[in-house]
């Protein structure tokens, strides 16, 4: 069955930077589209980037473009987000979802708090 493991959140200051992991497993990672979303305290689940089966492109929101960078390694089925000069507002559960978007399959998420 599809696994979606994330890890790598934590509690970090204003500017600071988080690199999220997702271990995939049950299927062929290397065909799919990837998202990296997020789901904010009341707030609706949105994706926020997404990668190419090949790696090759990428997309982001507005709101993270320039600070956030999604990558994968398909020899290792792993799917990564670099965050950086993290804000506030990126408070959220990040989740590794499976094709473009943030309606698939996907993991049981990992938090990220973002606090002086």
């Known amino acids: 069955q599809v696994q979606l493991v994330e890890s790598g959140g934590g509690l970090v200051q204003p500017g600071g930077s988080l690199r999220l992991s997702c271990a995939a497993s049950?299927?062929?990672?290397?065909?799919?589209?990837m998202t990296w979303a997020r789901q904010a305290p009341g707030r609706d689940l949105e994706w926020v980037a997404q990668?190419?089966?090949?790696?090759?492109?990428?997309y982001y929101i507005d709101s993270v473009e320039g600070r956030f960078t999604i990558s994968r390694d398909n020899a290792d089925n792993t799917l990564y987000l670099q965050m950086n000069d993290l804000k506030s507002e990126d408070t959220a559960v990040y989740y590794c979802?499976?094709?473009?978007?943030?309606?698939?399959?996907r993991g049981q998420g990992t938090q990220v708090t973002v606090s002086s």
């Open positions: 990668i190419t089966h090949d790696g090759r492109k990428t």
């Open positions: 979802v499976r094709g473009r978007g943030a309606g698939g399959t």
């Open positions: 049950g299927f062929a990672f290397p065909m799919y589209y």
